[in-house]
């Protein structure tokens, strides 16, 4: 199994900058994709980006331009550089790896953006 524990969300402005970071408890080398979601009451949770073991990333068309996923392979860890945040930014951002064919998750970090 794999555990992990999200941090670094809070409240904002819109035009505001927020940092998440995801910290796993399996050594990154050995978890294929990790990313992150988000997800707003009454919606489906959706891909906001997503990295690669080897460093690729794909991101949504909305965050595109302003999030920048990373991932520190030797750490274990895994953030998200959100940047020229929108009220629309506004979700439950969750962290997600798949590890041995499997999907795990964190328990979320609250982004709230006010206009």
């Known amino acids: 199994q794999v555990q992990l524990v999200e941090s670094g969300g809070g409240l904002v402005q819109a035009g505001g900058s927020l940092r998440l970071s995801c910290t796993a408890s399996r050594s990154a080398f050995s978890i294929n994709d990790m990313g992150w979601y988000r997800q707003t009451p009454g919606t489906q949770r959706e891909l906001v980006a997503v990295?690669?073991?080897?460093?690729?990333?794909t991101y949504a068309d909305s965050v595109k331009g302003r999030f920048t996923i990373s991932r520190d392979n030797m750490l274990s860890t895994m953030s998200l550089q959100m940047n020229n945040l929108k009220p629309e930014d506004t979700a439950r951002y969750y962290c997600n790896a798949d590890w041995a064919g499997h999907n795990y998750w964190g328990q979320g970090t609250q982004v709230t953006v006010s206009s």
């Open positions: 990295v690669t073991r080897g460093g690729s990333r």
